[in-house]
């Protein structure tokens, strides 16, 4: 893997933990193993990591499409949800700097062959 920028590269491997975390966060507070949703985490995380180009856009899609439709829920229920309410707006927060923040993008310069 080349790594064109390292302040990147350690950002989205932040995300990339927080959004395993999240799953796992989730997964206890609901009392139930969902293991789609961890491989579907884990998944996220490692095409963070791998710097594929056009990856960081898709991953930030997916994230601020899943905080989006999870909102009004999350805004509503402010009281009782107040944790995932938290983590819709990091979910957006990761979304939008994986396709603003220029050293994140220039990790995202690796190309599959």
Known sequence: MNTNNIQGRNMVTAMGVYIIVKAVLNMVIAGGISVF???????????????????????GAVLFLVA????????????????????????????VLLVTKNDIKEHFTNKLS
Do not use: K, R
């Not at 996220?44 to 710097?51: D, H, P, Q, S, T």
């Not at 402010?78 to 990761?94: A, H, Q, R």
């Open 68 to 95: 989006v439709v999870h909102l009004p829920t999350n805004i509503s229920n402010f009281g009782s949800n107040w944790l995932y309410f938290i983590e819709g707006v990091i979910d957006i927060v990761c979304a």
């Open 37 to 59: 949703g961890l491989l579907w985490a884990v998944l996220l995380a490692v095409l963070l990591f791998m710097g594929f180009q056009y990856t960081n856009i898709c991953v």
